[in-house]
């Protein structure tokens, strides 16, 4: 997909982050953008920026409180706005959340929560959706992380997550190629978000000694990237030179991935 011009675009996690920064740019490219989040104050500050990046008259921009995690208030919430703005041409499910710790110390309640959001979230969007889109094609999006493809350590929660996001969108890419629809998975590095923020307040020492290793990108950098790979159709969209390079070595030379990452475990654990 390389034209954006009057499309409809749906996107969980829309209001702050990478999902709104999509959202500008999308608006920038002439769609019309629904985006869906679960605070409204936030939602509507975010819709005012987007509504600044329009490029055309008659673009239109809505946004509705959404919590990804609940199967009954998704599928009333998105019926609900196919019947009043259309359906999505295209479905990026950027809603989610991750709170790194030790093992021990992540509770069953945050686990069963972090799968909920991340991994549930991206499944009830589209089987809701779905079957409205069967109906003229369009591509769908699922945001995973490099977390997805490499077990990080304090992720354990969020690797289960977004390992699982990455095999469903496979296995859905494969589904719905007879019906017009493209499925890629945006995998994004560490990026300066309101998330990331969040991020650092619980990361363990060995975690911060390998995110400080990589480039923290900007919100708008991922994005820019993402149009760039759904030009291409690419299944895994990588956004910067880094994260491709980490993927290539993972599929080809895992042990040294390995030996690499635990190096750096074990230098942190001798100082304590």
């Not at 996107?11 to 769609?31: C, E, R």
Request: charged content about 25%; some cysteine.
């Amino acid at each position: 997909m390389k034209e954006f011009r009057n499309k409809i675009v749906y996107i969980s996690g829309g209001s702050s982050g990478i999902g709104l920064a999509v959202a500008k740019l999308m608006a920038a490219k002439g769609a019309n953008v629904v985006i869906f989040a679960r605070r409204q104050k936030t939602l509507d500050d975010a819709r005012g920026e987007i509504d600044a990046c329009r490029v055309m008259e008659g673009q239109k921009f809505h946004c509705r409180s959404l919590d990804v995690a609940q199967r009954e208030q998704v599928e009333e919430v998105l019926k609900k706005a196919v019947a009043e703005y259309g359906a999505p041409d295209v479905l990026i499910n950027c809603a989610g959340r991750a709170r790194p710790g030790y093992f021990e110390d992540i509770s069953y309640e945050q686990f069963e929560e972090t799968i909920k959001v991340d991994l549930y979230g991206t499944w009830n969007t589209i089987s809701v959706l779905l079957p409205y889109m069967k109906e003229r094609g369009g591509y769908i999006v699922n945001v995973s992380s490099i977390v997805g493809f490499l077990g990080i350590f304090g992720y354990t929660d969020y690797a289960a997550a977004k390992f699982g996001v990455i095999g469903l969108s496979e296995a859905l890419r494969s589904e719905v190629k007879r019906h017009k629809i493209a499925v890629s998975v945006l995998c994004p590095p560490d990026t300066d978000t309101p998330g990331f923020v969040e991020e650092n307040k619980s990361k363990p020492p060995e975690t911060k000694v390998i995110s400080a290793t990589a480039k923290l990108m900007k919100p708008e950098e991922v994005a820019t990237a993402l149009l760039k790979g759904m030009a291409k159709q690419e299944f895994i969209i990588i956004p910067n030179a880094d994260g491709r390079f980490t993927y290539i070595m993972k599929r080809l030379f895992p042990w040294l991935v390995e030996m690499v990452t635990d190096s750096q475990v074990r230098g942190v654990q001798k100082t304590k």
